[in-house]
């Protein structure tokens, strides 16, 4: 199996910006769809953005436009470049891959 690896997260100020990142071990990387989930205590997990193979991408509602996911192919490494962040972000984000192979999360906090 595959292991997806987050890291970049940490704690901001509301306004602020942090880039997620995401590494997959697995030799199928270029083929797969990626995600970016979150979950905060609680609640549900829900996606933040999705991005395929061809590189399209797919956002939560909540994003309105802060929100970037990325790809990387010979990194092997899909990003989440998130700008104008509000303490309603603070949550773990989880990365995801078409695989159905979750990271482990990296925790994203936003202080009002």
């Known amino acids: 199996q595959v292991q997806l690896v987050e890291s970049g997260g940490g704690l901001v100020q509301a306004g602020g910006s942090l880039r997620l990142s995401c590494t997959d071990s697995?030799?199928?990387?270029?083929?797969?769809?990626m995600g970016w989930y979150r979950q905060a205590p609680g609640k549900q997990r829900e996606l933040v953005a999705s991005?395929?193979?061809?590189?399209?991408?797919n956002y939560g509602d909540f994003v309105k436009g802060r929100f970037t996911a990325s790809r990387d192919n010979a990194k092997k490494t899909v990003y989440l470049q998130m700008n104008s962040l509000k303490p309603e972000d603070t949550a773990v984000y989880f990365c995801?891959?078409?695989?159905?192979?979750w990271g482990q999360g990296t925790q994203v906090t936003v202080s009002a």
């Open positions: 697995g030799i199928f990387f270029s083929l797969r769809s």
């Open positions: 995801w891959n078409s695989a159905n192979v």
């Open positions: 991005i395929d193979a061809g590189g399209n991408t």
